[in-house]
């Protein structure tokens, strides 16, 4: 008498969850090392369109707006808009820290009525310092947003 067993073997059952652990740690590793680098680049972001923001301020209600940097703890407050920015509340060891040591160089920008400020740059990098951005106007108010790779910034 012939019986009809369906279902899986043992065998297919532990083969099939050895491939999908294996491919479970894969992508956790893959996440684990792009969370920091997201996180990084989410904060020089934000500071750049903080940047841009405090400008259109500035123009729109005529007036001098600022943006100053503090290293302890690392942050960032705008005039115009009464906001204070925290880099730790992203995670990840973010702050004010260039490649060669740099944190920012200038403490505030101010722009005025007609969104031309003070030229300065302000650093930032994870807790392995993998990656580097840094942030700021020019003279003339264009903000750039750079990333530090082969030893330039681009």
Same mark, same amino acid.
């Given at each position: ?10 065998? %297919? ?6 491939? /999908?652990?294996?491919? &479970?740690?894969?992508?956790?590793? *893959? ?14 972001? %934000? ?30 407050? /705008? ?11 992203? *995670? ?5 820290? &260039? ?51 082969? *030893?330039?910034?681009?």
């Amino acid at each position: 008498m012939k019986r009809n067993r369906s279902g899986f073997t043992l065998m %297919e059952v532990m083969v099939t969850s050895i491939i /999908l652990i294996l491919f &479970g740690a894969i992508v956790f590793n *893959g996440f684990k090392t792009a969370v920091p680098a997201y996180r990084l680049k989410a904060a020089a972001r %934000e500071l750049y369109s903080n940047l841009h923001r405090t400008k259109m301020i500035a123009i729109k209600n005529n007036t001098k707006c600022t943006v100053s940097y503090s290293t302890d703890p690392d942050q960032y407050y /705008l005039s115009g808009v009464t906001k204070t920015v925290t880099l730790r509340d992203y *995670g990840g060891g973010i702050r004010f820290l &260039g490649p060669q040591g740099q944190t920012f160089s200038v403490s505030t920008i101010t722009f005025n009525s007609r969104g031309t400020c003070n030229a300065g740059y302000a650093y930032l990098t994870d807790e392995k310092n993998s990656a580097f951005y840094r942030v700021g106007p020019w003279s003339t108010g264009i903000i750039q947003l750079q990333t530090y790779a082969s *030893g330039d910034w681009d």
